[in-house]
């Protein structure tokens, strides 16, 4: 398989877990479309989860698997669920490009609203609500230097870096001419509120990148720490409000969200009950969306391009549609970024 040595690959997690059985299978996830994501399965039915950069098409400082590994790793004993990392390599020798592999945590992850009907009844989809929500607040709450990441990230101007590396990567990621994304970048820039509080943040926390326990009610594990440091907690906030999608909704970031689903809470009772477990004044949320819809748009616009050079192995029909939805959130986030203030 194409970005998978599998003899190499095989050898380097016996080394780690003798107990597993060669041959090993490879099959690609849905999702992860950053960072590739493949299901590994070995001849006894053992499971475990590899994840690497993308073939073509890598941005600089972007897809550092080996530092998603150590997040995890780090966060192991806290009160913030993470799969059990195997191991990682930062380099290329083994597979080619750096990769980690984790352990498989069974449950449910509730990808989008056909799959999730099935899945989980409405007072399932009430308890998912309130789990992610708490789960949040774990991680902000989380005392970076006593799980050993304190030096993640600069604990200041959060905000005024991301606007500086995500205005660097729509330069450098984009061939298409998208300037109310570069203008919106400009405005944001100008008016950053002051941050209330540094903690880990990380950085694309919405449903579909938990793993729920069937009956909804437990978070068994947060995926996805690609984008993760240190900064200003309602950053996560602001990004979870925009990919919490509502039927009424003109666009949505990824399609059918699951959230569109009679049960779960809506955009206001999610915020209100992040609201009662923190101390954090949110009084300043619209700017906090308007960031969360310009960067959502450029991380797409990130996907939307890789997928068009090849960089990823199969086929993606949502992925394809990217195209129009980043033109529509940038719509969007000119509409909030114009009642910030009011």
Same mark, same amino acid.
């Given at each position: 398989?194409?970005?998978?040595?599998?003899?190499?690959?095989?050898?380097?997690?016996?080394?780690?877990?003798?107990?597993?059985?060669?041959?090993?299978?490879?099959?690609?996830?849905?999702?992860?479309?950053?960072?590739?994501?493949?299901?590994?399965?070995?001849?006894?039915?053992?499971?475990?989860?590899?994840?690497?950069?993308?073939?073509?098409?890598?941005?600089?400082?972007?897809?550092?698997?080996?530092?998603? %590994?150590?997040?995890?790793?780090?966060?192991?004993?806290?009160?913030?669920?993470?799969?059990?990392?195997?191991?990682?390599?930062?380099?290329?020798?083994?597979?080619?490009?750096?990769?980690?592999?984790?352990?498989?945590?069974?449950?449910?992850?509730?990808?989008?609203?056909?799959?999730?009907?099935?899945?989980?009844?409405?007072?399932?989809?009430?308890?998912?609500?309130? %789990?992610? *929500?708490?789960?949040?607040?774990?991680?902000?709450? @989380?005392?970076?230097?006593?799980?050993?990441?304190?030096?993640?990230?600069?604990?200041?101007?959060?905000?005024?870096?991301?606007?500086?590396?995500?205005?660097?990567?729509?330069?450098?990621?984009?061939?298409?001419?998208?300037?109310?994304?570069?203008?919106?970048?400009?405005?944001?820039?100008?008016?950053?509120?002051?941050?209330?509080? @540094?903690?880990?943040?990380?950085?694309?926390?919405?449903?579909?990148?938990?793993?729920?326990?069937?009956?909804?009610?437990?978070?068994?594990?947060?995926?996805?720490?690609?984008?993760?440091?240190?900064?200003?907690?309602?950053?996560?906030?602001?990004?979870?409000?925009?990919?919490?999608?509502?039927?009424?909704?003109?666009? @949505?970031?990824?399609?059918?969200?699951?959230?569109?689903?009679?049960?779960?809470?809506?955009?206001?009772?999610?915020?209100?009950?992040?609201?009662?477990?923190?101390?954090?004044?949110?009084?300043?949320?619209? /700017? /906090?969306?308007?960031?969360? /819809?310009?960067?959502?748009?450029?991380?797409?616009?990130?996907?939307?391009?890789?997928?068009? %050079?090849?960089? /990823?192995?199969?086929?993606?029909?949502?992925?394809?549609?990217?195209?129009? *939805?980043?033109?529509?959130?940038?719509?969007?986030?000119?509409?909030?970024?114009?009642? *910030?203030?009011?």
């Amino acid at each position: 398989m194409e970005g998978i040595d599998g003899d190499a690959v095989t050898a380097w997690l016996q080394e780690r877990r003798p107990e597993v059985v060669p041959p090993l299978s490879f099959e690609p996830i849905a999702g992860g479309r950053s960072n590739l994501t493949y299901t590994v399965t070995d001849d006894a039915g053992g499971r475990y989860v590899l994840r690497r950069p993308p073939l073509h098409s890598v941005l600089e400082s972007a897809h550092d698997v080996a530092r998603e %590994a150590r997040i995890m790793e780090a966060l192991a004993d806290s009160d913030v669920p993470v799969p059990v990392v195997v191991g990682s390599e930062s380099d290329d020798e083994v597979n080619g490009a750096p990769f980690f592999v984790m352990e498989f945590t069974d449950g449910v992850i509730a990808r989008d609203a056909q799959v999730t009907r099935d899945l989980l009844d409405e007072e399932q989809r009430a308890a998912a609500s309130r %789990a992610l *929500v708490d789960t949040l607040l774990a991680l902000h709450a @989380t005392d970076v230097d006593a799980v050993g990441l304190g030096d993640l990230g600069r604990r200041t101007g959060y905000v005024e870096r991301q606007l500086r590396r995500w205005s660097g990567q729509l330069e450098k990621g984009s061939t298409r001419d998208l300037p109310l994304l570069v203008e919106l970048g400009e405005r944001l820039a100008a008016d950053v509120p002051a941050p209330q509080a @540094t903690a880990i943040v990380h950085g694309d926390y919405r449903l579909d990148n938990l793993i729920l326990s069937p009956d909804g009610s437990e978070v068994r594990a947060v995926l996805d720490w690609e984008l993760c440091t240190l900064g200003d907690p309602l950053a996560d906030i602001g990004m979870l409000h925009v990919y919490w999608a509502e039927s009424s909704d003109p666009v @949505t970031p990824l399609g059918n969200m699951p959230t569109v689903l009679d049960g779960f809470w809506t955009r206001d009772e999610v915020l209100e009950a992040y609201a009662a477990g923190t101390a954090l004044d949110l009084g300043e949320i619209d /700017y /906090y969306v308007a960031f969360a /819809y310009w960067r959502i748009a450029i991380i797409l616009e990130g996907v939307f391009q890789r997928f068009s %050079a090849g960089a /990823y192995e199969h086929e993606d029909e949502g992925v394809r549609a990217m195209g129009d *939805v980043v033109h529509q959130l940038a719509a969007a986030a000119d509409e909030r970024a114009q009642r *910030v203030g009011r």
